[in-house]
């Protein structure tokens, strides 16, 4: 098992460009989300999906987009990138039947927007 | 504000030292886990608590959540320099929800 990937590890971007962010997980976990990290502040929920064709909004949700076509995959895009949406985004999954989520997290991504 | 508040922020020790990192809140939470981050990886799951008075032990650590489920701790006995790294608390409002709040973390360096 990989467990979950993210691609790429690296961007840097210009404001006003726009990218997605890719994250799989080949453990068949229904539940999968994307945080970002930035110093100081831990994890913060953007967007989420308790299973294929369901998303919602967490605490951070402005400038992203989610779609969860696949049990999968589970794409982040930045429609017009910002300064502010510079940080480290991690793409995590959870077993849907667990009474307690243990959240498995990829290697992350780290964004730099110009 | 964070629903989650981590103290301290920042700790350095020398090896052998003990230590506890505190996670507080004035909310109730359905469960807690306690995760360790090593710098350019993701967090890492250390255990997780349900019960409110529960204490669970993984070796040097020691995890309690408190009676009212609205905070928990973490000690460290005679720490290592192994023991180097972030470690985030994040609770779950309700149970079954999948969504985790995070504390803001307590970064860890313990010095040979």
């Known amino acids: 098992n990989a467990g979950v990937t993210q691609t790429p590890k690296f961007q840097v971007l210009k404001t006003g460009q726009s990218m997605t962010l890719q994250c799989a997980q080949d453990?068949?976990?229904?539940?999968m989300s994307w945080y970002r990290q930035d110093p100081g502040m831990g994890l913060r929920l953007i967007h989420y999906?308790?299973?294929?064709?369901?998303?919602d909004q967490g605490e951070v949700p402005n400038g992203y987009n989610v779609s969860r076509s696949t049990t999968e995959d589970f794409p982040l895009r930045l429609l017009s990138a910002a300064p502010s949406q510079t940080s480290v985004y991690f793409c995590?999954?959870?077993?849907?039947?667990?009474?307690?989520?243990?959240?498995?997290f990829g290697p992350g991504t780290r964004l730099t927007v110009l | 504000t964070q629903l989650l508040e981590q103290s301290p922020q920042f700790l350095s020790i020398q090896e052998g030292e003990n230590l506890t990192v505190y996670c507080n809140s004035s909310s109730v939470f359905s469960s807690l886990q306690w995760y360790r981050q090593e710098p350019g990886e993701g967090p890492v799951l250390l255990v997780t608590v349900v019960t409110g008075g529960e204490v669970k032990k993984l070796k040097r650590l020691t995890f309690q959540f408190g009676d009212a489920r609205k905070d928990s701790s973490l000690h460290i006995t005679a720490a290592q320099p192994g023991d180097t790294g972030l470690y985030l608390c994040?609770?779950?409002?309700?149970?079954?929800?999948?969504?985790?709040?995070f504390g803001q973390g307590t970064t860890l360096q313990v010095k040979p």
């Open positions: 999906s308790v299973g294929a064709g369901i998303t």
């Open positions: 995590a999954s959870s077993y849907s039947m667990a009474v307690v989520h243990e959240q498995f």
């Open positions: 453990m068949n976990h229904e539940y």
């Open positions: 994040a609770g779950e409002r309700s149970s079954n929800t999948g969504k985790l709040i």
